[in-house]
C-alpha cells in the first residue's frame, strides 16, 4: 500500500477526529493507533457524533451495524478505527484511479 494513501486518508480523518498531522513513514497500524483513543471516546461520550461521522466516511451502515453488536466491547474502539481507516484508505485509492 502506498505511503501517500496512508498520509492523504489521515488528512481526511484530521476533518472529523482532532488527530495530530500524519507524520511521514506513517503506516496503517499507525493511523489506527492514533485513531482507537479518539473513537472509543467519541463511543463513551458522543455515540450520536461517531454515528454520524461514520454515515459521512460512508462506512456501511451493515459494517457499523456488525462491529456495534458483535465486536468484544474491548476492542470495539480499535475494530471501528480500523474500519473508518480502510474506508478511507479505499476512497483515496477509487479516487486516484480515476483520476
Known sequence: MEINYIIESAQLLQKDFELAAPSEGMSREDLI?????????????????????????????HRLKKILHESNPETMAAELSEALVDRQILKVEIRQKYQ
Open 33 to 61: 493507533a492514533a485513531l482507537t483513543p479518539l473513537v472509543s471516546q467519541l463511543l463513551n461520550r458522543e455515540f450520536e457524533r461517531l454515528l454520524q461521522i461514520c454515515y459521512r466516511i460512508d462506512l456501511g451502515e
